[in-house]
């Protein structure tokens, strides 16, 4: 009697390594970032922060609402995400109406250290669809 | 060099070979990027933690003049000792001379990053237009602690997670394929070794379980086929066996017919040497007065003188052989119409004893002239009884002619008669003659036997007296034609003795009856 083999196992173990391959190749980051470049990159944005806080209030102008707004500062993301040789760092704020407000900084690099040259309020989607698009990566 | 590679056989080992390598080429890249990420992830949040600090000493630096403020650095690099990752810090002015390069405030105090190089650093501009720079040192000893952490707890949770998925594959197969694949298997080892088959409970409605349920299909369309052969031959054996009694009663009839068949020839043979014989002693018998008639009549015709006594004597003989001839042609023409069935009786009552003596007187001149003693002993009273009167004259004459004929000179002949207890009338002839063997007494009363050889053809010329041979077997005959019988008793030192019988219902009952009373008067 004939034994009938629907996958070889030398087949099976290549699927399975292919599955495993294509699973992780979106989450592989595209740069490596030192400890210290990380921290700068960190230090860099609190001092962005620091320096717009006027009075303990993140000071920025409301285009629509064509008026200036203060925010109070609440916590840095951890994550560091690149896009080419920027970086995409993420602060979130609380508005006056203690609704939460999410700011996106870039920066670039700038001799030894870094320096934010945009800041995007409440634009996280485009951040998101950005990542989606492959544009931008989480840095490693 | 090779090594021989032992196949597993079982089934749950290969399953196990194929499940096994699968898993940890899955798990293990898997929990590795989980705790690589977790690394990355710790790493992050360190990164940020310092780069918090580094924030908030600069930010405070930059609204504050550490010159203008004694103390100030020193208080916030002080602040910062709580972290367990800070190795030392320093704040430094960066457009001083040498001798003022030293720190403005050193964390530890007064030693700050002098000694070594270790761990990660972070230096930064701080202060209005960047006077100083920070120089931030921490250690990444807690990434690792944790790296370690997470790579024995990751080592950890795979083999646990091995070991419980090799048990439960185990006993999973062993449930769900390996107790189905038993129950098979003893099934069939039973039905190979016993020729017994047995269902087989606990088909699911998985594939193994369809199986089974053919598997047991398969069983059932045998034994229902078995029965069937079983019952066929059953039929097989009774159709045997009755062939068997079939071919033993056709045997036994075939030898029945066989018998038969031989008895018939035997009769068919023995009526022809009959019909020989008969031809053969008709023309004898036939000739003998003939020869004697023609014989008298030219002697009569020659002899034109011849003396009127003499004339006389020879046309008696003449007269006695037609007589003679007539007689024979008679006794033929009866036996003949008795064995076509033709001979109607013409039945009359008539009595016994005159029929007895009218008969003795017939024959008496005869036995006297023979030297013979004839007596009757008549019925103790008179019998009427209905018969065809020349039947039974002719069986009585018959009877007669024959113990004359046959019972040598100083011999006696009797003739009795009477009613036996059955009612039935009996007569009997007996003589102390010649006598029949035993052996010739069937032969006597076929026609023609007179008690020589049946099986000769010349059987005639061995025959001690003279006649047709008719007498016995015609008398025989016109007593059955009257529904009695004749039978014979004879020995060939004690005479013959012939009986006949006529039924009670011949007796008249008016005679019967008076004969009765006569009996008991």
């Given at each position: 009697m004939s034994r009938v083999r629907i996958v070889s196992r030398p087949a099976l173990l290549a699927a399975t390594l292919v599955l495993g391959a294509s699973l992780l190749a979106p989450l592989s980051p595209a740069r490596a970032l030192s400890l210290s470049e990380k921290t700068a990159l960190q230090a860099a944005m609190q001092q962005h922060v620091d320096r717009q806080t006027v009075e303990g209030g993140y000071l920025f102008f409301d285009r629509e609402a064509q008026a200036v707004n203060s925010l109070a500062p609440v916590a840095a993301h951890p994550m560091i995400l690149t896009m080419g040789e920027h970086y995409i760092l993420c602060f979130d704020f609380l508005d006056q109406a203690g609704e939460k407000v999410e700011l996106d900084y870039y920066l670039a690099r700038k001799g030894d250290g870094f320096v934010v040259f945009h800041e995007a309020i409440a634009q996280r989607d485009v951040v998101r669809a950005m990542m989606q698009a492959g544009k931008v990566k989480p840095a490693e | 060099m090779s090594f021989p590679i032992r196949r597993p056989r079982g089934l749950l080992a290969r399953f196990l070979l194929i499940l096994m390598p699968l898993f940890v080429a899955l798990a293990i890249p898997g929990i590795g990027l989980l705790v690589h990420y977790s690394l990355e992830v710790d790493q992050d949040v360190l990164a940020a933690r310092f780069g918090n600090h580094a924030g908030r000493v600069a930010a405070a630096l930059a609204r504050h003049d550490a010159a203008a403020v004694p103390g100030l650095a020193q208080d916030l690099l002080s602040s910062l000792a709580a972290d367990r990752a800070l190795v030392c810090a320093e704040l430094r002015p960066l457009d001083g001379t040498p001798a003022q390069d030293a720190p403005v405030a050193a964390l530890p105090p007064r030693i700050g990053c002098r000694f070594g190089e270790q761990g990660e650093s972070l230096s930064l501009p701080v202060g209005e237009s960047g006077r100083y720079r920070l120089l931030l040192r921490f250690s990444d000893a807690e990434l690792r602690e944790a790296a370690a952490v997470e790579r024995n707890l990751a080592l950890s949770v795979i083999a646990l997670a091995f070991v419980i998925a090799l048990a439960t594959s185990a006993l999973g197969f062993r449930f769900i394929v390996g107790r189905p694949l038993r129950l098979l298997l003893a099934a069939i080892e039973e039905a190979t070794a016993t020729g017994r088959r047995r269902r087989i409970r606990?088909?699911?409605?998985?594939e193994l379980g369809r199986v089974i349920e053919a598997f047991n299909e398969l069983q059932q369309r045998d034994v229902e086929r078995e029965n069937a052969l079983r019952a066929v031959n059953r039929q097989l054996e009774e159709s045997r066996q009755a062939l068997r009694r079939l071919n033993a009663d056709l045997e036994e009839r075939v030898a029945e017919r066989t018998a038969e068949l031989a008895t018939r020839t035997e009769e068919a043979e023995a009526a022809n040497r009959a019909k020989a014989r008969f031809l053969a002693t008709m023309s004898h018998e036939l000739r003998t007065p003939l020869s004697a008639i023609i014989g008298f009549a030219e002697v009569l015709g020659r002899d034109a003188v011849l003396e009127p006594a003499r004339r006389a004597d020879y046309l008696e003989e003449i007269a006695a052989g037609g007589r003679q001839l007539l007689g024979m042609v008679n006794d033929l023409l009866d036996m003949a119409r008795i064995d076509g069935g033709r001979l109607q009786l013409d039945e009359q009552e008539v009595e016994l004893g005159e029929a007895l003596g009218a008969s003795v007187r017939q024959v008496r001149a005869q036995a006297e002239a023979r030297g013979l003693s004839l007596a009757l002993q008549p019925p103790p009273a008179p019998l009427s009884v209905l018969v065809d009167p020349r039947g039974l004259r002719q069986i009585l004459l018959k009877l007669l002619s024959n113990a004359v004929k046959f019972t040598p000179p100083g011999g006696h002949v009797e003739v009795t008669a009477g009613r036996r207890a059955d009612g039935a009338v009996e007569i009997v002839v007996a003589d102390d003659g010649c006598g029949i063997a035993e052996e010739q007494l069937d032969a006597v009363l076929q026609p023609f036997g007179q008690g020589g050889d049946g099986s000769r053809t010349d059987g005639w010329l061995a025959r001690p007296h003279e006649g047709t041979g008719l007498g016995l077997p015609l008398a025989k005959a016109l007593a059955e034609l009257h529904g009695g019988s004749l039978s014979l008793r004879s020995s060939q030192t004690q005479g013959t003795t012939v009986l006949v019988t006529l039924p009670a219902w011949r007796l008249r009952p008016l005679e019967a009856e008076a004969s009765a009373l006569a009996d008991s008067a």
């Open positions: - | 606990g088909g699911g409605r998985d």
